[in-house]
């Protein structure tokens, strides 16, 4: 079972640039959710999505623009990188927005900005 | 507001030796509580949860933790550390959203190392 699929693993970007990392899972879940993790500050929410055709904003939104493509797939878009973007982004899903759901996590993106 | 702090963001204990990872909450409601585990540029694996069922909860690997409303902690043990448990632990407090979603916060993390 894949679970929750990220690409790319790794990405270096250029200040300026435009980049979209994708991600998908194949548990049929209705929530997913996008983190960010920077040293000594745990993961951070940058944006969610409750279910297919909802998005919330979260901790850290600027910068970023999310896409909820269908159940299946939540994208997260920079559309114009800064060096405070580098870090290493985690997408995740769970079954339903009730609170006691844990969610599944991807393997991470590994984001440097120069 | 939720929030969750982790009281030491680095423990380190011997191998065979007990572990105790510190985490207080902080939340509106009635809260659902995770532990998570992060071994070195690995994805986050679930280790255990709290879900208003019973206080003391049992996850893999031979954690446990148990909820205490009156202190507002959700503190995390095991009774002999092995050398493979050293990881990067995070305790989450969940709640809903404004959009109804599941948000999930996180701790800032505590570095578990086991020595020989």
């Known amino acids: 079972n894949a679970g929750v699929t990220q690409t790319p693993k790794f990405q270096v970007l250029k200040t300026g640039q435009s980049m979209t990392l994708q991600c998908a899972q194949d548990?049929?879940?209705?929530?997913m959710y996008w983190y960010r993790q920077d040293p000594g500050m745990g993961l951070r929410l940058i944006y969610y999505?409750?279910?297919?055709?909802?998005?919330d904003k979260g901790e850290v939104p600027n910068g970023y623009n999310v896409s909820r493509l269908n159940k299946r797939e939540f994208s997260l878009r920079l559309e114009s990188a800064a060096p405070s973007q580098t870090s290493v982004y985690f997408c995740?899903?769970?079954?339903?927005?009730?609170?006691?759901?844990?969610?599944?996590f991807g393997q991470g993106t590994r984001l440097t900005v120069v | 507001a939720q929030s969750v702090t982790q009281l030491d963001s680095h423990v380190s204990v011997s191998e065979g030796t007990p572990v105790l990872l510190r985490c207080n909450y902080s939340?509106?409601?009635?809260?659902?509580l995770f532990w998570y585990v992060q071994h070195p540029n690995k994805g986050l694996q679930l280790l255990l949860k709290y879900t208003s069922a019973a206080t003391l909860v049992k996850g893999i690997n031979g954690f446990e933790a148990e909820f205490k409303k009156s202190e507002t902690s959700f503190h995390l043990t095991k009774p002999s550390a092995h050398m493979s448990d050293a990881a990067e632990y995070f305790c989450v407090v969940s709640d809903r959203g404004t959009g109804g979603g599941n948000k999930l916060t996180f701790g800032t993390g505590t570095q578990l190392k086991v020595e020989l």
């Open positions: 548990m049929n879940h209705n929530s």
């Open positions: 995740a899903s769970s079954e339903a927005p009730q609170k006691n759901t844990e969610a599944f």
């Open positions: 939340s509106s409601y009635s809260p659902s």
């Open positions: 999505s409750a279910s297919e055709g909802t998005t």
